[in-house]
């Protein structure tokens, strides 16, 4: 965001204000990232099926368009693994076989994908990113990752590809490891190792170009595309042509739309999630709405070049940020060079060998498999939590499980909606039967009496509190517990409000309800510390015989005899 005082500007937001002491380290930026990107974005093109140079020409207009509209100063814009993936899945059924049309529905795909963008930001949707927790994308990602390295694995073994979900295709490598080219999985493997090698002992060494070039040269040199190791083959130079795909039709457009919300929701949470990571190391903000627009027009500009769905990437915004970049100059001079490639390079990437390509994907994505993370998920659990929620306890572990699994039996854009899903299900579930916990009295305190079994209680007083809000799902199982709570010496039942911060209609008129129950039973019953919309609801619900509110527990209780005590 602008600094206060400034006027923001409405495009190239990130360059306001620049300083000449910035360009050093935005030019240094730049030229690391590019060499990152160009062979990522030859490899992620491979992942969406389309040819490599695809990747490339989505690069180009999403860098310069994203920096035009996109509120963070340090997020790379540019193909990535798992929008590829869900591009590749929503785009093969449609296509069949026809190559050319495997394409050009690619480019369609990116313009629908941008409409969406745009229109998103443009009516502030940028909330909709909250909907999908962290537990369920983190699960989303690790069957995503495992998915794309599955089937990179044929290409790094110089064997076909079989079957179509997770297991399928794991099935088909184990049955045609006979099939092996050891050349391929040499060159595959020495490119995997490099990458993967630079990366731990010498991170500040490109290692995806530097594989990229050993796989050329191995290949220039021995001629191994002679020897049965597929490489890239003919890169068409120079810039791509701007214009609409040919031959998609307006109702081809109309059916992408809705795939194309997917992609929007996939890219849109992984790109904020990385351009929020940077912009708290930096002290700024970032906007979602403006990083739905930015994201919109990114991927409106790829898609207008016969490119394919861009998104913010997480690896390539840490490279950015870790090389010093201060603004997003460095994104205009990542596409500067790959101006330079596309007009310059392209013939030196057509020896690049598919396997050394898979290598590079492979490495790129083997560190999103956070099996760690999955673990710590699991370990948020205690004997507690298992007695009050039962099999939900582990609801966070259980949403990121469906994701997975989702993503590695049904495909991506599925398992994304069954981990959501799952999570809204269970959050449900939970705010359904919420703890009602009877209290105990610790000087001023009032404490969960199954937590402090030493403390003394009142068999003729109940206070309870209700950790939730209360409301039409969960407010029989609330009336049904405290009835429960209640024995034949109880004579005040007292709900400590503090913990419920709303109540809607239906909560209120059942407790007008369970008020006229307990005075059957000569109970009676009152509300303490009431706060905010809580006290407001339940006031206007209840405009005739208003349960009495008291401004603490112990002003509820004033009045009741003080009988013996029992302790629990």
């Given amino acids: 965001m602008a600094n206060a005082g400034h006027t923001t500007w409405p495009v190239f937001e990130s360059l306001q204000g620049y300083r000449p002491a910035w360009l050093r380290a935005d030019?240094?930026?730049?030229l690391t990232v590019w060499a990152v990107l160009v062979p990522e974005a030859l490899a992620y093109a491979s992942i969406a099926g389309v040819p490599?140079?695809?990747g490339l020409y989505a690069a180009l207009p999403a860098l310069v368009l994203y920096a035009l509209a996109g509120s963070s100063r340090h997020l790379v814009v540019g193909p990535m693994s798992a929008t590829a993936a869900l591009s590749a899945a929503i785009i093969a059924p449609l296509a069949a076989a026809d190559g050319d049309r495997y394409v050009a529905l690619t480019a369609a795909l990116a313009l629908a994908t941008g409409l969406v963008g745009l229109l998103a930001g443009l009516i502030r949707l940028g909330f909709v990113a909250s909907f999908i927790s962290e537990p369920v994308l983190k699960g989303f990602i690790v069957g995503l990752a495992l998915t794309i390295i599955i089937g990179q694995v044929p290409k790094l073994l110089g064997i076909s590809k079989h079957g179509d979900n997770f297991f399928e295709?794991?099935?088909?490598?184990?049955n045609h490891l006979g099939e092996t080219n050891w050349r391929t999985v040499l060159v595959g493997g020495i490119g995997l190792a490099a990458v993967v090698g630079l990366k731990h002992w010498l991170p500040l060494v490109p290692g995806s170009l530097l594989a990229v070039l050993l796989g050329i040269v191995a290949v220039s040199v021995f001629h191994l595309d002679d020897h049965g190791v597929a490489i890239v083959g003919h890169i068409d130079a120079g810039l791509p042509t701007v214009g609409l795909p040919g031959g998609v039709t307006f109702y081809e457009y109309l059916d992408l739309l809705g795939p194309a919300v997917g992609v929007v929701l996939i890219g849109f949470a992984e790109g904020l999630g990385a351009a929020k990571t940077y912009a708290a190391k930096a002290g700024y903000e970032v906007d979602p709405n403006r990083e739905l627009l930015g994201l919109g027009a990114a991927n409106l500009g790829a898609g207008m070049v016969s490119g394919m769905v861009v998104n913010g990437s997480l690896s390539k915004t840490a490279v950015n940020g870790s090389a010093g970049a201060k603004t997003q100059l460095s994104g205009l001079v990542v596409a500067a060079l790959t101006v330079v490639t596309l007009l310059f390079l392209t013939g030196l990437f057509e020896k690049l060998p598919e396997a050394t390509l898979a290598g590079v994907v492979i490495a790129a994505v083997i560190e999103l498999v956070d099996i760690a993370a999955l673990r710590r998920l699991y370990q948020v659990w205690t004997e507690r939590l298992g007695s009050i929620y039962g099999r939900a306890a582990r609801a966070d572990f259980?949403?990121?499980?469906?994701?997975?699994?989702?993503?590695?039996?049904?495909?991506?854009?599925p398992g994304l909606l069954i981990g959501i899903g799952i999570s809204m299900l269970l959050l449900i579930y939970r705010a359904s039967e919420p703890h009602v916990a009877p209290l105990v009295a610790q000087d001023s305190l009032w404490l969960d009496a199954d937590r402090h079994p030493d403390l003394p209680r009142r068999p003729d007083l109940l206070v309870v509190r209700v950790e939730s809000g209360l409301f039409f799902a969960n407010a029989d199982y609330v009336r049904q517990?405290?009835?429960g709570l209640c024995t034949d010496r109880t004579r005040l039942v007292v709900l400590d409000a503090e913990t419920s911060p709303t109540i809607d209609v239906s909560a209120a008129a059942m407790f007008a309800?369970?008020?006229?129950?307990?005075a059957r039973r000569r109970i009676d019953f009152r509300i303490a510390r009431s706060v905010g919309q809580f006290g407001d609801e339940l006031g206007a619900a209840q405009s005739d015989r208003p349960i009495p509110v008291y401004a603490t527990v112990r002003a509820a209780v004033a009045d009741l005899p003080e009988p013996g005590v029992e302790h629990g």
């Fill in 513 to 518: 309800d369970l008020r006229d129950t307990l």
């Fill in 169 to 174: 295709q794991a099935w088909g490598v184990l």
């Fill in 398 to 413: 259980t949403a990121a499980l469906a994701a997975m699994l989702g993503v590695l039996l049904f495909d991506t854009l």
């Fill in 52 to 54: 490599p140079v695809a």
């Fill in 481 to 483: 517990r405290i009835e």
């Fill in 27 to 30: 030019l240094i930026a730049g």
